[in-house]
């Protein structure tokens, strides 16, 4: 993609590294890499062969398994030598309103460093960035939030393969209804952003509409955002998060299900397998008694109450820390009283 600066890497690491994936993966057809010129190269032709090796690796990385490689990971991971400079680069950064903000960030920032360079060019006020985070799409209908700790450059790198100009997004971070419509009140572009993250989730099928969709979406324009967020907040899926699909364990069952969280409650549809019925499991936060992760974080475990028993249900899912996270600003959100 334009704009990705591949600059602490020497043209002889990627010849290094062309020539180590071709032993490893001697049945794929690699990509030639641009031609080394013998003599002294103009500023022209540096950024013709820049073009060039980050043409070769978006066409590498689209291949999943060499893009998860430990030799291309350690690739495109900033150097441990202490002597090579940590560069700049070109980060995009995706707004609900399909806009992009180019943030330049050193390659080995983190998302806490980064989000805070957003908040600053965005000039977002104290009262709104709590409610807001940078996620990582993962396909249309699902996005996971970053942790303050990773390197938002290396996931953006590695989706090159990615229909959307980037995997990271600025998104609301709010389940409370009540203290969305607050902020929404003090802050003129939270208001947008959740407007138009609402008008994303309803395009998408997030958001339920049985009735009268032709009427919300001529809503759908800045001078009625008002209306617009009245509208779709009083429907089945606003300010829900949807994880996808994973297999599930329950007592002496197994299957397949699926969860989705919103401020009122949690929701597991299961699949029992060898059955073509689902089975649809509502739960008030206060019928949910504990959750965790185990089996070395690749398994999430609920406990809930059901006909006064304890019930556990463990899903096998790659994404146990954000169901943690998702559960534990829901109760965060519940506990606290917003001021006015």
Known sequence: MAGRHLGSRRYS??????????????????????????????????????????????????????????????????????????????????????????????????????????????????????????????????????????????????????????????????????AEKLICSRDQLFKRICFYQAVNDLNNGLIQVSEKLYQLKALQTEDRIDQYLEAVRLLDGYSSVYFPECPFTCLDDHGYAKISCNFDKLTLTLMKSGSKKEKIISLQWNQVSSWKTVAECQVFSITFLKAETEVEIQLETLYTRYMTDVIERIHKERSRALPS
């Not at 001697?26 to 820049?50: A, G, H, N």
């Not at 043409?55 to 030799?71: F, H, P, R």
């Not at 390659?107 to 409610?131: G, H, I």
């Open 13 to 178: 690491e990627f010849v290094q590294l062309n020539k180590v994936l071709k032993d490893e993966y001697p049945d794929f057809e690699f990509p030639k890499l641009p031609k080394k010129w013998p003599f002294k190269m103009s500023e022209q032709q540096l950024d013709s062969r820049r073009r060039g090796l980050e043409q070769y690796l978006e066409k590498v990385c689209a291949v999943k398994v060499i893009a998860d490689s430990d030799i291309m990971q350690e690739f495109l991971m900033e150097d441990s030598n202490a002597c090579r400079p940590v560069v700049d680069v070109n980060l995009r950064v995706l707004l609900p309103e399909n806009k992009s903000l180019v943030l330049d960030v050193k390659r080995n920032s983190n998302t806490k460093f980064v989000f805070t360079e957003v908040l600053q060019q965005l000039n977002v006020s104290a009262d709104a960035t709590p409610y807001l985070a940078l996620f990582e799409m993962i396909d249309l209908n699902f996005e996971r939030k970053l942790h303050l700790d990773e390197c938002p450059h290396n996931i953006y790198i590695q989706n090159y393969s990615s229909a959307a100009s980037s995997c990271i997004l600025l998104k609301k971070w709010c389940f409370d209804i009540e």
